[in-house]
Nanobody, 122 residues
Framework: QVQLVESGGGLVQPGGSLRLSCAAS????????MGWYRQAPGKQRELVAT???????DYDSSVKGRFTISRENAKNMVYLQMNSLKPEDTAVYYC????????????????WGQGTQVTVSP
């Protein structure tokens, strides 16, 4: 089992910045992907950014150039630096971890955090 605990959400004005953190503990495979997803009211959960254990990143087009995902493997931490925030970034942000077996493109396990609210409003 893996536990994911997010922190860093809050209320920020448009154009402002926030940094989200996610601490992972438990059985984490050496091959894994950590990432952030978000869900706005009335909408489906969507990918924000992911970062593999070997450093490959993927960003949704709506956040490219504004958000940066990073991780500290030794601490099992993943971060999301969010700059130039817009009202449409308002959502609950969820940390995600996927464990992989060598040579298998499908994840062995998928875990979610409890979510942290980000509200962008004047």
């Amino acid at each position: 089992q893996v536990q994911l605990v997010e922190s860093g959400g809050g209320l920020v004005q448009p154009g402002g910045s926030l940094r989200l953190s996610c601490a992972a503990s438990g059985l984490i495979f050496s091959i894994n992907t950590m990432g952030w997803y978000r869900q706005a009211p009335g909408k489906q959960r969507e990918l924000v950014a992911t970062l593999t254990s070997v450093g490959n990143t993927d960003y949704d087009s709506s956040v490219k150039g504004r958000f940066t995902i990073s991780r500290e493997n030794a601490k099992n931490m993943v971060y999301l630096q969010m700059n130039s925030l817009k009202p449409e970034d308002t959502a609950v942000y969820y940390c995600n971890l996927r464990n992989f077996r060598p040579g298998n493109p499908s994840p062995q396990n998928i875990y979610w955090g409890q979510g942290t609210q980000v509200t962008v409003s004047p």
